[in-house]
């Protein structure tokens, strides 16, 4: 059965939206599970395309990413298809 990414809320222990990310975890490339939470931006580290699925959209590929830039967005799926990236951390 897939994964499926919850979406956090305060009553979690998460920061507001408002507020810089307070966690972080390396993300696994997946076709068929999503992370475990619904997170605010991925970090690039490796230089590469990135395929995700947004928190209420459907999957769009982000193309040539350098190395260090941070994506900024709601998603809870990177799929390990179309993506060439590397070192990926999930911020939430």
Known sequence: MPVVAKDVSPRDRVS??????????AVTKSDTDELTYVVRALYV???G???V??????????KAVPAGTTL?????QVRSTLTTAT??????
């Open 16 to 25: 507001p939206l408002t507020e810089p990310p307070s966690n972080f975890a």
């Open 45 to 47: 580290g490796g230089a």
């Open 49 to 51: 395309d990135v395929s």
């Open 53 to 62: 699925v947004g928190k209420d959209s459907g999957t769009v590929t982000f």
């Open 72 to 76: 900024v967005g709601r998603f809870k």
């Open 87 to 92: 070192d990926i951390v999930a911020m939430w």
